[in-house]
């Protein structure tokens, strides 16, 4: 709530405070009812008017012929959805304070709010009674007793007697109640003997949260942060990359193999054969740092998964790609939310994908498409070289993902299925492709992204991209069209390298060695640049959609977003935060053993700076872990993460973080734009 506007509590009370009788008020006076409009419509200033906060019970109780109330702006407050067709003039329906303070900072709100009025009822007054911004409290006296179902000194506890009543009144049908009569000296001493046990409960629970180990406090802290949205993804569309991910231990196959290379090592941009391979897979290695590569040969790839097959090298299967992968989290961890896969989907990707995933029967394959999964662990020794974290290697011999086949077919299964929430992935696998045939489907995705109604938010995972010129594309023509952004510190160096960003010389980064700063100066130049820009329709930002970035690296994750579409966002991080060091360790998100705990650890200094220009410094706190600020007008929110110490496996961590942190945060445009 914007402290500029005050907020005053309104109320008509019977003898014992009774203020309602099932969802109604139990009286009907003229004089009361026409003191309520006077209070309520009045105003210093000519130039503005009031608002009448309320809740979707107080205002179906209003008679239909009297809604919304005139000459005051009606804002209901509901955790029921409602679309935009029943938000009328004078008329706004919120789903928490924080929206509503956004709504009252953007046009046509903007400096025409006077005064709040807290008009009930149950939840609504609660909030207000609590609130920072709690200028009066006014009650009107029934010189009555009633039979009523609510009572407000029952409904706001204690709390009253913290508040100093500054406007009580007088009228021929009501009384005065003064604060200081004996009813309120009996007050007074309940509340002293209310005070004394909850002090000691607090001070009690204060030295068990001092005393609790640090992983501990910080997995409880973020879980407090982590609140259900209230209005949730339901139908979730995803594509366009589906495979099976054979999981195998990437310094074993090197040596089974035999595989190296008189040449120095380094990236390239795709895989020749075996010599190919042993460079760029040392490249990463030594820097501990997530890679993906095309194998243009089909013979050494071919090779390479006969050798892992009948060498019994412990190789494990699971379902794989990004689009897959985000879809399987979905499916487990989101009851209420039903995914539709579209990829390309072979006889045993459909046995490991989740039952709940609805799939495209136009897009089954023969065979299945193979992704070679080569993990490593932090210490592992290849050669005369040592890994400095744990991460993974990937080889790629795709055929399908990113034809335009696929392409096409998901796009036109947003037609058919409808979603709430689209999730866009596996545009990294056009890398095989020449660059015409690259180009031509991009086109092709930037057409169909711009077609796409703009009330439905899109979703954009990144993978690996070792092109340049691809990921140039796909920066100048994809990103600005999606709302939002999954992107990991390989990825974010690449595009601020290709884009000319800040900090270029990072790519290719170690895993866990980008500072927090120079990610926000980067996240700060995408956002600014490619995102959307709701005050200039002049700029070529106002035509863009981005508006959300979520950020996730081996130390710690950054949500960035701008406007007021996107809510919620510290609840997605945290819950993404949460998620992460487990899952690469398989813990369960149930589990709370202290032997589990051991297994985690956190790598974070006393004190990380975190934004340059605005000299926005995160201490340390397991308590409190999560950091925000403002820099213009865009939010960052900062956490840092478990790591786990010894990682079962590590590909999929980034896509389920990044799925959870969706289907934890929010999505409403306030209304159409013309984009």
């Known amino acids: 709530m914007s402290s500029k506007i005050p907020m005053n509590i309104i109320a008509a009370v019977d003898e014992n405070f009774g203020i309602g009788k099932n969802n109604s008020l139990p009286w009907r006076l003229p004089k009361e009812y026409k003191h309520f409009i006077n209070l309520t419509t009045t105003t210093k200033n000519p130039n503005k008017i009031n608002a009448v906060l309320m809740g979707r019970k107080c205002w179906e109780s209003i008679p239909e012929k009297y809604r919304p109330l005139k000459n005051r702006l009606n804002i209901v407050m509901t955790k029921t959805w409602v679309t935009p067709e029943f938000v009328g003039e004078n008329l706004i329906f919120i789903n928490s304070l924080d929206s509503l303070n956004l709504i009252l900072e953007s046009k046509p709100y903007e400096n025409l709010i006077e005064t709040i009025w807290n008009i009930g009822g149950k939840q609504i007054y609660s909030l207000g009674i609590e609130h920072q911004n709690l200028n009066k409290i006014v009650l009107t006296k029934i010189d009555k007793i009633l039979i009523v179902t609510l009572n407000f000194l029952k409904l706001i506890g204690m709390n009253l007697l913290k508040k100093k009543m500054e406007k009580l009144l007088k009228r021929k049908d009501c009384m005065m109640f003064p604060f200081n009569t004996p009813y309120n000296y009996l007050l007074n001493w309940a509340f002293v003997c209310f005070a004394i046990p909850w002090l000691y409960s607090y001070f009690n629970e204060q030295h068990r949260l001092t005393t609790m180990p640090v992983e501990q406090a910080m997995l409880k ?19 366009i990359n589906c495979n099976v991910d054979v999981i195998v231990s990437g310094v074993s196959v090197i040596n089974n193999l035999n595989i190296s290379s008189p040449n120095p090592i380094g990236d390239k ?8 391979l042993y460079e760029v897979f040392v490249h990463f290695f030594t820097r501990g740092a997530p890679a993906e590569r095309f194998m243009a040969n089909d013979l050494t790839f071919d090779k390479i998964v006969s050798a892992i097959e009948d060498n019994q090298l412990h190789a ?46 136009f897009t089954r394959i023969v065979q299945d498409e193979m992704h070679v999964i080569l993990e490593y662990k932090q210490g592992e020794i290849l050669g005369e070289y040592v890994a400095p974290a744990s991460s993974r290697f990937i ?21 058919q299925f409808r979603p709430d929430l689209i999730i866009f992935s596996g545009i990294h696998s056009m890398e095989a492709q020449n660059q015409e045939a690259r180009l031509e489907k991009l086109r092709l995705i930037k057409r169909s992204l711009l077609q796409i109604n703009p009330l439905i938010p899109i979703h954009l995972q990144l993978g690996s991209m070792p092109d340049a010129n691809i990921a140039d594309d796909i920066l100048k023509r994809i990103i600005p069209n999606v709302d939002s952004l999954g992107i990991n510190e390989q990825e974010l160096t690449f595009l601020s390298r290709v884009g000319g960003g800040p900090f270029k010389e990072q790519y ?49 994750h950054i949500m960035v977003s701008k406007g007021p579409d996107w809510s919620n966002l510290a609840a997605g991080l945290a819950a993404g935060a949460r998620l992460a060091g487990r899952q690469s360790c398989n813990l369960a998100l149930s589990s709370g053993r202290a032997t589990d705990f051991d297994k985690l650890e956190i790598r974070s200094s006393q004190t990380v700076l975190l934004d340059k220009q605005v000299n926005k410094v995160f201490k340390f706190n397991p308590h409190s872990p999560l950091a925000s600020w403002m820099r213009g007008d865009l939010v960052f929110i900062y956490t840092p993460v478990f790591v786990c110490k010894f990682p079962q496996h590590t590909v999929g961590v980034d896509d389920a973080i990044a799925a959870s942190a969706l289907l934890y945060s929010q999505f409403f445009k306030l209304e159409r734009k013309n984009w």
């Open 316 to 361: 494990q299967h699971y379902i794989g790609g990004n689009a897959a992968l985000m879809a399987q989290k979905i499916a487990s961890a989101f009851p209420h939310a039903t995914p539709y896969l579209v990829g390309p989907i072979g006889p045993r990707s459909q046995a490991l994908l989740h039952p709940s995933i609805v799939r495209n029967n």
């Open 395 to 415: 080889i790629s011999h795709d055929q399908f993902s990113g034809s335009a086949m696929v392409i096409e077919m998901f796009f036109k299964a947003i037609m």
């Open 269 to 276: 941009e795709m895989l020749g054969g075996f010599e190919d």
């Open 221 to 239: 802290a973020w879980e407090n942060f982590i609140a259900q949205p209230s209005i949730k993804f339901r139908k979730v569309i995803v594509g």
């Open 508 to 556: 290719p980064i170690s895993a866990g060695t980008l500072h927090a700063y120079k990610a926000v100066e980067m996240l700060y130049w995408l956002l600014s640049n490619y995102g959307h820009d709701r005050n200039n329709p002049e700029s070529k930002n106002y035509n863009q959609r981005l508006q959300r970035i979520h950020f996730y690296s081996l130390t710690y």
